[in-house]
């Protein structure tokens, strides 16, 4: 049964108390390799009244050993729907230039150290080829879907562009919510497949900016489930596309979740149509950093391949970010014998 090994070493890359803009927490960090090492764009909290998140920078000659390159934040609250966070950064490398997709929050997440309430969340596109001078093409998920988890493969498909995300409002409870406020219904497909929880959708565009023709790729399939969202942008192998996604599940404590790492397998020429997936973790909460607060948290987001061996960078505990890896083609030949519907 396959599943990734930890680095021995335990986090790569621990928040700075001597850095007020990170001292909270560095996590979920946007992997990319470049011509001179592995550029790692990570989010950094420094505080909890009100959770206001900025990107730094930290770069590696061997993927594992990260220097930060600034002691400020290299991109952060700028915009108005990005004025109280950027979130969560995904890098995809597309001809010739990296996309990083951020969560964009136009309102606070927390007030005074409390969680708010009815947050909505919007995900936004920069453009960048040097990872210094970035530039803001605006948000790109559909409006009122609070919508996140964007990732963006790595080429065009039949020749338009493609991106999988988690709109949290496309699912059946939600549609039940606004039936009973009275609120108008505004839905991509037919009500009678929306999925039960938040899960994975594919859409298509011709220039990265407006997304149509949204479908449900991945749902979950478990009792317990409260939701699935795409973690690393997809990898291009030759067995297909490698989607490692993140799997939540309800615990029995209460406002506490436990995030693992999955995987699936789609289709090189089309991406909707699933070869397979695994019906366990390939990375789940078992050390002590990766279960320190309320929820233990494996959040897949950055990664690539290296001959045979699979990096996977992932968030511990909201805190963290740490490695874990694994050989590619005995996660492949798995994935090829699994069923589909597990």
């Not at 927390?110 to 920069?126: F, K, P």
């Not at 919510?177 to 594919?202: F, M, R, Y």
């Not at 020429?269 to 279960?291: N, S, V």
Request: glycine content about 8%.
């Amino acid at each position: 049964m396959y599943s990734l090994t930890r680095y021995e070493g335990g986090p790569i890359l621990e928040p700075n108390d001597n850095l007020n803009w990170e001292k909270e927490g560095v996590f979920n960090p946007g992997i990319a390799r470049t011509e001179r090492g592995v550029v790692m764009l990570y989010r950094a909290v420094g505080e909890t009244e009100s959770y206001v998140s900025h990107l730094g920078l930290a770069t590696s000659e061997d993927g594992v050993t990260f220097k930060r390159v600034s002691d400020k934040p290299i991109f952060g609250p700028k915009e108005s729907f990005d004025m109280w966070g950027t979130e969560d950064p995904r890098i995809t490398k597309i001809e010739g230039d990296f996309y990083i997709t951020y969560v964009a929050l136009e309102k606070p997440v927390m007030s005074d150290g409390r969680l708010a309430d009815h947050i909505e969340t919007s995900t936004a596109l920069l453009k960048t080829r040097d990872f210094t001078s970035f530039e803001n093409l605006g948000i790109i998920s559909v409006k009122n879907s609070d919508n996140k988890d964007i990732v963006l493969f790595p080429r065009k498909i039949n020749g338009r562009y493609c991106m999988l995300h988690r709109p949290n409002h496309w699912h059946k409870s939600w549609c039940d919510h606004l039936k009973a406020t009275g609120q108008p219904l505004s839905w991509p497909c037919e009500l009678d497949i929306v999925p039960a929880n938040p899960s994975i959708w594919i859409a298509w565009s011709d220039d990265l900016l407006v997304w149509k023709d949204h479908q449900v790729l991945l749902q979950s399939s478990n009792h317990g489930d409260s939701k699935i969202g795409p973690g690393l942008p997809p990898i291009e192998t030759k067995e297909g596309w490698l989607v490692i996604y993140h799997h939540v599940v309800f615990t029995e404590t209460k406002d506490s979740f436990y995030y693992s790492a999955r995987v699936a397998l789609f289709d090189l020429d089309d991406p909707t149509r699933l070869i397979g997936k695994l019906p366990h973790h390939i990375l789940a909460p078992e050390m002590p950093y990766e279960k320190e607060k309320i929820s233990s948290i494996v959040f897949p987001t950055g990664g690539f391949v290296e001959g045979d061996k699979l990096f996977v960078y992932y968030g511990a505990s909201d805190r963290y970010v740490c490695l874990a890896t694994g050989p590619l083609s005995q996660l492949l030949a798995e994935l090829k014998q699994a069923n589909i519907t597990s």
